[in-house]
């Protein structure tokens, strides 16, 4: 199934398990950090973490509804700590095993396209479309994720959680995004992997709001939000701006 862009002027795309793969960049940094929470520790704490986070330990699946799926990194932090003190940690105590234990993925090194993005943004733009990307990650692996892809020149602009803009699912980033670009809600296409993501756009009056089934989401969750779900952002139609 392909989707058509048909009166649609600027594309804002999530970035993790939109354009990249949820699970090369997330899963494997989530059992890194409980089995360093559980050895700073020494407390039986990976089963709380794991479903806190929404991760199968084992698979490696991440659960829709979880906190790694849709949560800034300040807050997943802040979550993180609550794990801790509601299995018998002090609030000092959390804090130290947080120092020890907390890292941020390598946005470089964990980064996998999840089609030819180049090749993709390049087709969007000799369209005369706009390209923004709208993260619920902070700026600056955000900025330099987007660097190693090779996709930085061909993106508009970009909205993070660390902005100071309400993340989704609230609207404010993509009418910021459509603010920055001169570009009407109603002739934009919100593309993305969440609930959060498609309640995003749906709540900003995006004229397109497609879900795309390489990330968290599951076609269940994502069809009565979605004008269009689509197996991933490689079967995007561009076709000419009309």
Not at 39 to 61: N, Q
Not at 65 to 73: K, Y
Not at 99 to 117: F, I, K, N, Q, Y
Not at 145 to 161: E, K, N
């Amino acid at each position: 199934m392909t989707v058509r862009l048909d009166g649609i002027d600027l594309v804002v795309f999530d970035k993790d398990g939109t354009i990249i793969d949820f699970g090369s960049m997330w899963s494997g940094w989530a059992v890194a950090l409980v089995e360093g929470l559980s050895a700073a520790t020494g407390r039986p704490i990976a089963a709380p973490l794991y479903a806190m986070l929404g991760v199968d330990p084992v698979t490696g699946t991440v659960h829709p509804g979880g906190g790694l799926a849709a949560t800034p990194m300040s807050r997943l932090r802040d979550r993180t700590r609550d794990v801790l003190v509601a299995s018998g940690l002090s609030e000092t105590d959390a804090e130290r095993a947080l120092e020890v234990a907390w890292h941020a993925p390598d946005p470089v090194a964990s980064a996998r396209p999840v089609t030819d993005l180049r090749a993709l943004f390049d087709r969007l733009r000799d369209s005369g479309r706009r390209i923004a990307v709208a993260t619920t990650d902070d700026r600056d692996p955000t900025e330099r994720t987007l660097a190693a892809l090779g996709i930085a020149d061909r993106i508009d602009a970009t909205v993070c959680a660390d902005d100071g803009i309400a993340v989704k699912p609230a609207p404010d980033m993509v009418l910021e995004l459509c603010a920055m670009l001169g570009v009407e809600p109603a002739r934009t296409a919100v593309v993305g992997d969440t609930v959060a993501d498609l309640s995003m756009g749906r709540a900003a009056g995006a004229g397109l709001v497609v879900a795309v089934l390489t990330g968290v989401g599951g076609r269940a969750d994502l069809a009565p939000l979605a004008d269009a779900v689509i197996a991933s952002v490689a079967e995007i139609e561009v076709g000419a701006a009309t």
